[in-house]
């Protein structure tokens, strides 16, 4: 028996045994299903935590399945479509996906996506269940409790400092904060116009949270205002 278990459903054999493939190797438990009707009767006898659905299936397509599915069940779905318009992809996600993908795809970057949405999923149980101990950003995961930061499964060492600044802008997200707004509310006392503290942070922090910290993935500057973590 593998870890979590994943439910594959495809019209075509050789999509669904190419992702089993890859699934199994990673240590997932593999459920497969031809179409949507499929899928909906494996869901009643089986506990599964996420689930890769095809969109255009004979008997029922990955649509219909979705909105049924989202009826009474809340895991991961992520949406595989040989269509890439924009409209497939806002259908897909309105109807109750998480994720899509378009075909053809590299099994790689699903089973990265397969592992970002489980991490989420988890996570997101875990904040409403520790209330507001864990922040959670996309794979970002900030304990309040502990100070531990990780990305995905890597863990990342911050200075006090700079773990109160990314706390303070992650728990806020979607508000673009001032170099002011943000040092006045870490460091508790009145901020010096020539100070550029909270720069030589954030610079600091995008180095070690960051891939690429030209290119933040997180922490957006706003031009001419601030910092931001978006939603």
């Avoid at 479509?81 to 790689?108: C, H, Q, R, W």
């Avoid at 996570?123 to 930061?149: A, C, G, M, P, R």
């Avoid at 460091?187 to 933040?216: A, C, G, L, Q, Y």
């Amino acid at each position: 028996m593998g870890k979590e278990v994943t439910l594959v459903v495809d019209d075509e054999k050789e999509i669904r045994d190419l992702i089993g493939i890859y699934l199994s190797n990673d240590g997932y438990t593999v459920i497969k299903a031809a179409n949507g009707l499929e899928a909906l009767n494996v869901l009643k006898n089986d506990n599964v935590d996420l689930i890769i659905l095809d969109i255009m299936m004979p008997i029922m397509d990955g649509l219909e399945a979705c909105m049924k599915i989202r009826e009474d069940k809340n895991m991961p779905i992520i949406m595989l479509s040989a269509k890439s318009e924009d409209m497939d992809k806002i259908m897909g996600l309105t109807t109750g996906a998480d994720d899509y993908v378009s075909k053809p795809f590299n099994p790689l970057e699903l089973l990265a996506r397969v592992k970002s949405q489980l991490r989420r999923y988890k996570s997101l149980n875990l904040v409403e269940e520790k209330d507001e101990s864990v922040v959670v950003v996309d794979d970002l995961y900030i304990n309040t409790n502990t100070h531990e930061i990780k990305i995905g499964d890597k863990d990342v060492r911050l200075t006090p400092r700079e773990f109160d600044i990314l706390l303070f802008i992650a728990k806020n997200r979607g508000i673009v904060f001032s170099v002011k707004r943000i040092y006045e509310a870490v460091w508790k006392e009145e901020f010096m116009e020539s100070d550029n503290t909270i720069m030589v942070h954030i610079r600091k922090i995008r180095e070690k949270i960051e891939e690429n910290p030209r290119k933040p993935r997180f922490i957006k500057t706003v031009w001419g205002v601030g910092y931001k973590i978006e939603n």
